[in-house]
């Protein structure tokens, strides 16, 4: 063995406990629960925790409440009043239940941070706004009620006859509802103008909720005086109702077809006579002499001889409910106090509202299938079927006479029928201009648009008797080239398409009840400084008319006639100048057109272009706006008003 491998390695050198080279010893750790640390994250936990909670239940408080008041609404119509306050408990305690949740600990303390508090004292507001809601609905509930009698008293409808006396002791709990609502509206104007997006949608539709029934408190208020007189407090009043029938269109609506005179005798409501109006009221829709308001181009400008059928040409039902009073007279009639009109639309909802109706002809009739079952199925039969099937659509019409007579289900048809008001469906026009306020405020009246610098105004009016123009479908194209010096020249583009089945009818028989072709008068309405007018239509059989009319509000009209074969369209062209000044001057300019409307079981789709001297600012409608050019696409269903504006108008 080596001298080296007998050398034991040395020993290393100890060093004092201080050295530099003694290895520190591990520090003990601290337990979890003894640190500062975890006590101030578990601290920060606890308050997220909380703050998450809390807004979790504040959202859920709200979720409550917003189901109970949609639960409220739908068991007020329907005539629960036990289960309408219940829901009206349930949302009072859930919203009181959010707003505690809002002003209490820990949501209060961001009202420190400028944001938050913004967004919780407009919540704050609106919760405040629900309860004065609330407090509306509870006296609604039991007006309510008190009219259709599910409270177990006495209705105010019942046995056919209005209480006259009991309507007007229910003043105080309308003007109690109408103070609750003013506080409520009071509420949400007081939130701050700078609330989040949400927010602010939210306390939009609630607005618009409580302008809704203000809006009926209106229109309550405004009628009242009368209401005695309209009911026959001072004697009968009598009213003709008209069906009106779609398939044979006019400008005024459909063919008057079916009618019923109903009579209020001291607030007694009695159906004294119904029937289709060519074979029970005039036989064969006689031609008798009569003096419309209405002229060209609806009716000759004299010596009208149309049947009752037609009395209602005019677009406006303040001029055509005065002509079908004067029709009915001129055709042997007792005169009426008023005349209301209903179409498919008003009769559906009437139907949704009371449940389906059994006809041995259609079957189940209900609000969805009603305009199918009624006409679509209808006119597709031959015509041997037709006068049973006169007779059915009779029995239905006499069905819905007698729900309206039933003093719960008459307010649920008022209400439902009253809902289609503003796309004209229903429409009421009284003797002697009576209530023309109150009928516009409710949207009742049938008015076009007031007038406008620029007129969109286009209707067919069907001129050989057939039953097609369920099958129409219509688009309008209405283009502006908008000068600096306030004119304008406008084409007009309508496309009418007869979407009927062939049933090959021959060509001798184009003048029928049952036949698929169709042929209108094309009436184009035309705003009153309208120059340089011109209207044609596309290639085929056409009807020219160069008279230009003046209607009864003094602007002009012309029209033009022409034959469309099944599965084919009619394409009218109108153009038109307005002079300078018409819509402002130097560049500083508004446009603004107001949009008639004609009723259509297919509602007409209306494009506007307008191409002005400089990038507009959107005042009404819904454009889309690119340089100078603004485009707007709508499916027309009611009367509305579109604008722009150019430059500095002020």
């Known amino acids: ?10 020993e290393p050198e100890s060093t004092d406990e201080d050295g530099p080279d003694q290895a520190a010893p591990t520090p003990a750790k601290t337990p979890l629960h003894k640190r500062r640390s975890t006590w101030i994250w578990a601290a920060v936990a606890a308050v997220g925790a909380w703050f998450l909670i809390t807004l979790g239940m504040t959202a859920f408080h709200a979720q409550q409440a917003n189901k109970a008041l949609n639960a409220m609404v739908d068991q007020i119509a329907a ?29 209060a303390a961001l009202k420190l941070i400028p944001y938050f508090n913004t967004n919780l004292t407009g919540a704050d507001q609106f919760l405040s706004s629900a309860q004065s809601v609330l407090d509306a609905a509870e006296v609604s509930n039991t007006l309510y009620a008190d009219l259709s009698g599910t409270n177990g008293g006495p209705g105010v409808f019942e046995d056919g006859r209005i209480n006259i006396a009991a309507l007007e002791a229910m003043q105080p709990q309308v003007e109690q509802i109408q103070a609750d609502l003013s506080t409520a509206q009071g509420a949400i104007d007081e939130m701050p103008a700078n609330i989040s997006p949400i927010l602010r949608t939210v306390s939009d539709k609630a607005t618009e909720q409580i302008d809704g029934i203000q809006k009926g408190m209106r229109i309550y208020e405004m009628m009242r005086p009368d209401l005695p007189q309209l009911l026959g407090a001072d004697g009968p009043q009598t009213y003709l109702v008209v069906f009106h029938n ?42 008798v002499p009569w003096n419309p308001v209405a002229a060209g181009p609806y009716y000759a400008e004299s010596g009208a001889t149309d049947g009752f059928a037609w009395s209602n040409l ?61 006409f679509y199925e209808g006119y597709s039969e031959d015509a041997a ?8 659509n009779q029995q239905l019409i006499e069905e819905m006479l007698s729900r309206m007579q039933d003093g719960g289900a008459a307010l649920s048809i008022a209400r439902a029928m009253f809902s289609t008001a503003p796309g004209q469906h229903i429409r009421i026009y009284l003797s002697d201009g009576r209530q023309e306020e109150a009928l516009r405020e409710a949207d009742a009246d049938g008015a076009q648009p007031a007038p406008a610098p620029d007129r969109i105004a286009f209707y067919t009016q069907n001129q050989n008797a057939s039953k097609v123009d369920i099958f129409q479908t219509r688009a309008l194209v209405h283009d502006v080239r908008l000068n600096a010096d306030g004119s304008a020249e406008v084409t007009q583009t309508a496309t009418v398409t007869n979407n009927a089945p062939d049933n090959n009818t021959p060509l001798s028989q184009r003048i029928s009840y049952t036949t698929r072709w169709a042929f209108h008068w094309n009436i184009a309405l035309l705003p009153k400084k309208a120059t340089d007018v011109q209207i044609s239509a596309n290639e085929g059989e056409i009807k020219t008319d160069d008279k230009i009319y003046t209607d009864v509000d003094g602007r002009k009209a012309v029209r033009i006639g022409r034959w469309i074969p099944p599965g084919e369209s009619s394409v009218i062209t109108l153009t038109y100048s307005l002079p300078a000044g018409t819509f402002g001057t130097d560049g500083n300019l508004e446009y603004r057109a107001g949009v008639e409307h004609q009723l259509l079981i297919n509602e007409a789709t209306l494009t506007v272009t307008v191409r002005g001297p400089s990038q507009p600012t959107v005042l009404e409608g819904d454009w889309t706006v690119d340089g100078d050019n603004a485009t707007t696409t709508f499916v027309v269903t009611a009367p509305t008003t579109i604008a722009l504006g150019y430059g500095d108008r002020g």
């Open 1 to 10: 063995m080596s001298e080296s491998e007998n050398t034991a390695s040395p």
């Open 79 to 107: 005539g629960d009043p036990q289960a309408a306050q219940a829901s009206i408990d349930d949302a009072r305690a859930a919203s009181q239940a959010a707003q505690g949740d809002i002003n209490g600990l820990p949501l």
């Open 246 to 287: 779609p398939a044979e269109l006019y400008a005024g609506g459909g063919a008057s077809l079916n009618a019923a005179l109903v009579e209020f005798d001291d607030g007694k409501m009695e159906v004294v006579d119904k029937g289709a109006v060519s074979s029970h009221f005039f036989p064969g829709n006689p031609q």
């Open 314 to 374: 005019h677009q406006d039902f303040r001029v055509s409910g005065e002509d079908m009073m004067r029709s009915w007279v001129a055709n042997g009639g007792q005169p009426v106090d008023g005349v209301i009109s209903l179409d498919p639309k008003a009769l559906a909802a009437a139907v949704e509202a009371t449940g389906p109706i059994e006809s041995e002809l259609y079957g189940e009739i209900t609000a969805e299938n009603l305009v199918q079952k009624l």
């Open 385 to 392: 079927a037709q006068a049973k099937r006169h007779e059915i």
